[in-house]
């Protein structure tokens, strides 16, 4: 079983709506968390931090649930441009700065 | 500023056939990572390295793999001898001390490698 496991959908949904992935996370030593974006064929970026209370970076929203073991993240008036992989990381307190990659949501926004 | 560089591209290669995959990580990071990515297992870390000593390796998956950093700048990942389970795209990443903590991994392009 994958450390970090996420649906992998796709998630087809239309511009404007608003749309949720989870992600969660079997070890409980888990102390970092992120979600980064590939676009097709492209390499993996960085979209953002997961932080304990919660963030919000524009249209995107990460949640932490340490209880039940998940991130979430969450985006608001989805664009065509949204359309990419979104790639839930872990990084646990044991294993130094070894990130740890879900395998991916794919995200299909559509006209 | 120049970003992560790998090379090459893409390889096409036969089973049996010695692969080197080269990184240039961004000038000024202390950690390098290579990582490998395919349909059924997603992006696997294979091993990282911090001021050019390897920390990690749990990840590569068997004696056929090698890694080196002989100096800041450049990382190879050999495969010898490869087989066609290794068709795969394999990144290369770098980060600054400061910044790794906080996730932020620069990626190069990746070296989509396919053994016949």
């Known amino acids: 079983r994958k450390e970090v496991e996420q649906d992998p959908g796709p998630f087809n949904v239309p511009e404007g709506a608003t749309v949720a992935f989870n992600c969660t996370y079997s070890n409980s030593a888990s102390q970092s968390f992120f979600w980064y974006r590939q676009d097709c064929r492209k390499e993996p970026k960085l979209l953002m931090s997961v932080y304990s209370s919660g963030n919000e970076d524009g249209r995107f929203t990460a949640q932490l649930n340490r209880a039940s073991q998940y991130i979430s993240l969450l985006i608001r008036d989805s664009k065509l441009s949204d359309s990419a992989t979104y790639l839930c990381v872990v990084i646990n307190s044991n294993s130094g700065y070894a990130l740890n990659f879900g395998k991916g949501t794919s995200l299909l926004v559509t006209p | 500023d120049a970003g992560v560089i790998q090379s090459p591209r893409h390889e096409v290669t036969e089973m049996g056939q010695e692969v080197t995959l080269r990184c240039k990580p961004i000038?000024?990071?202390?950690?390098l990572f290579w990582y490998r990515q395919t349909m059924m297992r997603g992006l696997e870390l294979l091993i990282y390295?911090?001021?050019?000593?390897?920390?990690?390796d749990s990840g590569m998956p068997e004696d056929r793999f090698s890694a080196k950093m002989p100096n800041a700048s450049f990382s190879n990942l050999k495969i010898q001898p490869s087989e066609p389970r290794d068709s795969a795209v394999y990144f290369c990443?770098?980060?600054?001390?400061?910044?790794?903590?906080?996730?932020?991994?620069?990626f190069g392009e990746g070296s989509r490698l396919t053994v016949l």
């Open positions: 990443a770098s980060s600054l001390e400061a910044r790794v903590g906080v996730g932020e991994l620069f």
């Open positions: 390295f911090n001021n050019n000593v390897p920390i990690d």
């Open positions: 000038s000024g990071h202390d950690y």
